[in-house]
């Protein structure tokens, strides 16, 4: 079983900048995917970025080169480093983990708010 444990959200000014962390307890794998999901009041939760050991960090287009996903695997923990940030980004970020053999995602952490005032 793993277990998923966000932490780094808060409220910040427009154009600063957060680090999230996740945590993960339980056997993660480097080949595993570990991702960073977002919902906003009112909408659909949604994909912010991604990354295995196996490949290039996959984001969403709305996030491109302003966040940055990176992960230590001794650590099994997954972190999403957020700059210029926009009132948009509004919203609690979950942590998630896909593994290898699977197409969708088993593991969820509680989320993390992350307000940005403008």
């Known amino acids: 079983q793993v277990q998923l444990v966000e932490s780094g959200g808060g409220l910040v000014q427009a154009g600063g900048s957060l680090r999230l962390s996740c945590a993960a307890s339980g056997r993660i794998f480097s080949l595993d995917t570990m991702a960073w999901f977002r919902q906003a009041p009112g909408k659909e939760r949604e994909f912010v970025a991604a990354?295995?050991?196996?490949?290039?960090?996959s984001y969403t287009d709305f996030v491109k080169g302003r966040f940055t996903i990176s992960r230590d695997n001794a650590k099994n923990t997954v972190f999403l480093q957020m700059d210029s940030l926009k009132p948009e980004d509004t919203a609690v970020y979950y942590c998630?983990?896909?593994?290898?053999?699977?197409?969708?995602?088993?593991?969820w952490g509680q989320g993390t708010q992350v307000t940005v005032s403008s």
């Open positions: 990354k295995s050991s196996a490949g290039t960090p």
């Open positions: 998630a983990v896909r593994r290898l053999t699977r197409t969708t995602y088993d593991y």
